[in-house]
C-alpha cells in the first residue's frame, strides 16, 4: 500500500484531535467535578447512577411517609393517653357512684363530673393535628364526631370512615397509620349518657351492673390500641434507621460513579498534556517533510 503525504497528514490531524478531545475530557472532570458528563464518558456508570439517583428519591419519599406516619401515630397515643386518664377517673367515679349510701346531691355531683368528662372525651375524639382529624379514619378533613344538641346531655354521632388512612411507607409496604375513632370510642357515648341518667336517678344497681363493667372494658380496648400503635412506632423508627443507611450507601456508590477523584484525574490529565505536546512536536517535524528535503 503507498502511503501519501496527505494520508500522513490527515493520520497526525487524526492522533492530535484524539489527544485533544481526551485532554478536554480530563479537564471537564477537574472543572465540573464529575467523572461523567455526557453518556459517551461511561455508558455504564451512567445507568447505574441513574439507578442509584432513583433510589434515592423513592427513599426520600418513603422517609417522608415514614415522619408523617409516625406524627399521626405519636398523635394519637397523645390522645389516647389523655382518654386513658379519663376514663381511669371514670371509673373511681363510677365505683363511687355505685355505693347506695351516697345521697342526691353526692350523685349529682359526681354526674356533673362525668359530664364534663364526657365532653373531654368528646374533644379527645375530635383530636386534630395540623389539617388531619386523627380518628376520622379516610375522611381526614371534617370533625369524625358531631354533637346532636336536641337531647339531654347532647348525643354524640359518628360520622368519620370505618377504613383507617394507610401510608406506603416502604417498597410494597402499606401500614396503617390511624385507627377510626368508631372502633376507640364505640357507643361509649351513648353509654355515658346512660351512666349519667343512672347516677341522677340513684340506679345502684345498674351502675354496678353495667356502668363499671363498660368503663372497664372501654378502658381494657384503649390500652390494647395503644400497643398496637406502640408497636407499630417501634417497627416505622426502625424502618427509617434501616432507609438512613440506604441512602448512605446510595449516596457513597452515587460519588464513586460520579464524583471526581481529583488526584487521579490530575495525573491523567498531566499524562495527556505530555502526549498532547508530543503529538504537536511530532506532527511539527513530519509537516516540515517534503519532497524538497529528499532531492
Not at 478536554?24 to 451512567?46: A, C, E, F, W
Not at 401510608?167 to 346512660?194: C, H, N
Not at 406502640?230 to 464524583?259: H, P, Q, W, Y
Amino acid at each position: 500500500m503507498r502511503v501519501t503525504d496527505s494520508m500522513i497528514h490527515m493520520g497526525v490531524q487524526d492522533n492530535i484531535q484524539r489527544a485533544m478531545q481526551r485532554l478536554n475530557k480530563h479537564y471537564n472532570q477537574l472543572t465540573t467535578g464529575k467523572m461523567i458528563n455526557r453518556p459517551s464518558d461511561d455508558p455504564v456508570g451512567l445507568i447505574l447512577g441513574m439507578r442509584l439517583k432513583k433510589g434515592i428519591t423513592e427513599n426520600e419519599q418513603y422517609k417522608e411517609n415514614v415522619n408523617a406516619a409516625l406524627a399521626l401515630l405519636n398523635g394519637s397515643d397523645y390522645a389516647l393517653d389523655e382518654m386513658t386518664k379519663a376514663l381511669q377517673r371514670l371509673e373511681e367515679l363510677a365505683v363511687q357512684g355505685a355505693n347506695g349510701t351516697l345521697d342526691e346531691i353526692s350523685l349529682n355531683a359526681i354526674a356533673n363530673e362525668v359530664e364534663e368528662l364526657r365532653n373531654h372525651l368528646y374533644q379527645i375524639a375530635n383530636t386534630k393535628q395540623e389539617n388531619t382529624y386523627i380518628f376520622g379514619g379516610e375522611k381526614t378533613t371534617t370533625p369524625p364526631y358531631e354533637l346532636d344538641t336536641t337531647t339531654t346531655p347532647p348525643g354524640v354521632n359518628w360520622q368519620g370512615s370505618l377504613n383507617p388512612l394507610k401510608a406506603e411507607v416502604g417498597p410494597g409496604i402499606v401500614m396503617e397509620v390511624t385507627v377510626p375513632g368508631d372502633r376507640i370510642f364505640g357507643t361509649f357515648f351513648d353509654e355515658l349518657a346512660q351512666f349519667i341518667d343512672n347516677l341522677r336517678n340513684g340506679n345502684f344497681r345498674d351502675i354496678s351492673a353495667n356502668d363499671i363493667t363498660n368503663i372497664q372494658n372501654r378502658l381494657d380496648e384503649v390500652l390494647q390500641i395503644r400497643g398496637e400503635i406502640g408497636a407499630k412506632v417501634n417497627r416505622l423508627e426502625k424502618n427509617v434507621d434501616r432507609m438512613e443507611l440506604m441512602d448512605i450507601n446510595f449516596r457513597e456508590l452515587l460519588s464513586k460513579i460520579e464524583d471526581t477523584d481529583y488526584a487521579e484525574v490530575t495525573m491523567n490529565l498531566m499524562m495527556q498534556e505530555s502526549v498532547y505536546q508530543a503529538a504537536l512536536a511530532t506532527s511539527a517535524r513530519i509537516m516540515r517533510s517534503t519532497l524538497v528535503n529528499y532531492i
